[in-house]
């Protein structure tokens, strides 16, 4: 994701009575979040979890996660919530080309990730990336039989792109 390079690596959290706000001075009751960092702060989740059960009214969620940041737990607790989906960053089926793209998931942990959110009841939405840095015929083969071996509701393929301030990107710059 771009999101470390446009945050310095920074990741923000809004206060949960912030969002809460929000929600019911626009009476939101679908809405997605996009903050793939969120389930990197267990008590963030939570809180936010327990501030949408209190609402007047029921709420539909969407969000985007990292696969190495979440747990079966944490899914059904957010489906208990409103969570309806929840999106994954699988990026690609093959770990040296998320090891060479410095990634910290594995193809193991998307695959837990996967069942652990259909398991909590949430349908998965996959998003995945060919070509990217160090990526071969093969390894982008691999990536399109991850999204048909696991029970993906929706995937999503994107060219890779090296975006300035990442690794690929000086190395593409190069």
């Known amino acids: 994701c771009r999101t470390t390079v446009a945050t310095e690596k920074k990741v923000r959290y809004r206060k949960v009575e912030s969002v809460i706000e929000e929600i019911e001075k626009y009476h ?11 389930t990197m702060n267990k008590r963030w989740i939570y809180d936010f979890c327990r501030a949408v059960r209190s609402l007047s009214f029921s709420v539909r969620i969407v969000s985007n996660y990292r696969v190495d940041s979440v747990d079966l737990e944490t899914l059904k607790e957010m489906k208990s919530a409103g969570w309806w989906m929840v999106s994954y960053g699988c990026e690609s089926g093959n770990d040296k080309v998320l090891q060479m793209n410095k990634k910290e998931a594995t193809v193991e942990q998307t695959k837990k990730a996967v069942r652990w959110a259909k398991k909590a009841g949430l349908k998965v939405w996959g998003y995945f990336m060919l070509g990217m840095y160090g990526d071969t015929r093969e390894s ?30 000086q190395i593409a710059e190069r």
């Open 28 to 38: 939101l009751t679908n809405f997605i979040l996009h903050g793939d960092t969120m």
């Open 140 to 169: 982008m083969e691999e990536t399109i039989q991850l999204s048909l071996s696991e029970p993906f509701d929706i995937v999503n393929f994107s060219v890779a792109a090296p975006y300035p301030g990442t690794e690929w990107g």
